[in-house]
């Protein structure tokens, strides 16, 4: 095997290593995310089901708008489910990079669930109870609804937030900024729904109460229409982010200019052009760009490494002598050149491990 293809497959074999290790890191992801949109499911069925029976009891537009939020939670999250099991799925041809955006789409689908399902019902019903206001019912139901909504909500909240808090951790940044950007949007997704869920149960109870001290239950449409704007500020937050994580974007320009300036600084390096970086959170991104080479200092260094190739300059005495060793050592030249392109990648790797695949070009 020749240097040229020996090279290749050693970079071939590092490049299979760590695709696999970046899709078992992925998998991890997914797995923890299952556990979180699954405990998250079955706890949304059983408060849809009381919720709905304590509005029926009670008459309450708040209640109700509970109900319906609970019902979309359940099913967003079953889309999101939907989503996991599409990211499972191992590259193939058409997709070499995998599957990994597919939860971004499901996790839009599901938003725009939140926004109509949840969202635009609760407004409705809360309109209409503002035009045919009626007596509330039995309040008993719904306090009992209410409280063990918020206990359940509370379960599936600190699950999810203890699984945000460990991407952030594992991709190095606060965890507000991986609520906005980060690569897990299944987990952000059930925990701004959980939020939404808790402050949904607040203002219900809060109406109900004033609705029943009061009694006058305009109160109750008050909270349904609430609710509502609630879950539409949640959904409209929920889909510009998963729009965002499907359209490429660039990385944020001053981790660019950082990878620019590592490879700028290298003696090797003249300078870099053309470059495209591509970015889909905080922990994932791709780098491309075109390198101008200092011809002498690679020259240099493979002379270094082979100081027995300045003794066949002295047997050089006929221009066919002088063609055998150009030929001879530029082929090891550009092999060192090779060689160099990969240290620079690992360089860039080594100090922005979020870069999984890097391309660099010769100019």
């Not at 760590?18 to 299952?34: G, I, M, P, W, Y």
């Not at 008459?59 to 099991?85: T, V, Y």
């Not at 949840?118 to 019903?125: D, F, M």
């Not at 109870?129 to 009992?144: E, F, Q, R």
Request: glycine share 8%.
């Amino acid at each position: 095997m020749s240097p040229p293809e020996w090279r290749s497959a050693v970079k071939q074999l590092r490049r299979v290593v760590k695709d696999a290790e970046t899709s078992q890191a992925r998998h991890n992801v997914l797995k923890e995310s299952k556990k979180v949109v699954g405990l998250a499911i079955i706890s949304n069925g059983f408060l849809f089901a009381g919720k709905m029976y304590a509005a029926v009891q009670s008459g309450s537009s708040s209640m109700f708008s509970e109900a319906l939020h609970s019902l979309a939670d359940m099913l967003n999250e079953s889309l999101l489910m939907l989503g996991i099991f599409r990211s499972l799925k191992e590259p193939d041809i058409s997709h070499p990079y995998g599957f990994f955006s597919e939860r971004y789409a499901w996790s839009l689908v599901s938003g725009v669930g939140v926004l109509f399902l949840g969202g635009g019902v609760s407004l409705y019903h809360g309109v209409v109870g503002l035009v045919n206001l009626s007596p509330l019912g039995d309040l008993t139901y719904a306090a009992i609804a209410l409280g063990t909504s918020l206990l359940f909500e509370g379960v599936t909240i600190t699950y999810a937030y203890k699984q945000l808090s460990k991407g952030a951790r594992e991709a190095n940044v606060p965890v507000i900024k991986y609520l906005k950007k980060g690569a897990d949007p299944t987990t952000t997704q059930v925990f701004l729904e959980d939020c939404a869920s808790i402050t949904g149960i607040t203002i219900a109870a809060s109406c109900l109460t004033l609705s029943h001290y009061f009694s006058m239950p305009i109160f109750d449409s008050i909270g349904s229409i609430a609710i509502g704007c609630l879950l539409s500020i949640v959904a409209s937050f929920l889909i510009n982010r998963n729009v965002a994580g499907l359209v490429a974007t660039s990385m944020p320009h001053k981790r660019q200019m950082e990878i620019i300036s590592i490879l700028e600084n290298d003696p090797v390096v003249l300078s870099v052009h053309d470059v495209k970086t591509t970015s889909l959170g905080p922990d994932f991104a791709r780098f491309k760009a075109e390198i101008c080479f200092n011809g002498e200092e690679v020259t240099r260094r493979y002379i270094a490494r082979n100081p027995s190739s300045l003794s066949d300059v002295s047997k050089i005495k006929t221009p066919s002598d002088l063609e055998a060793c150009l030929c001879i050592h530029g082929g090891k030249i550009i092999s060192t050149l090779g060689s160099e392109i990969d240290r620079l990648e690992r360089k860039v790797a080594l100090h922005r491990p979020e870069v999984k695949h890097i391309d660099l070009e010769v100019l």
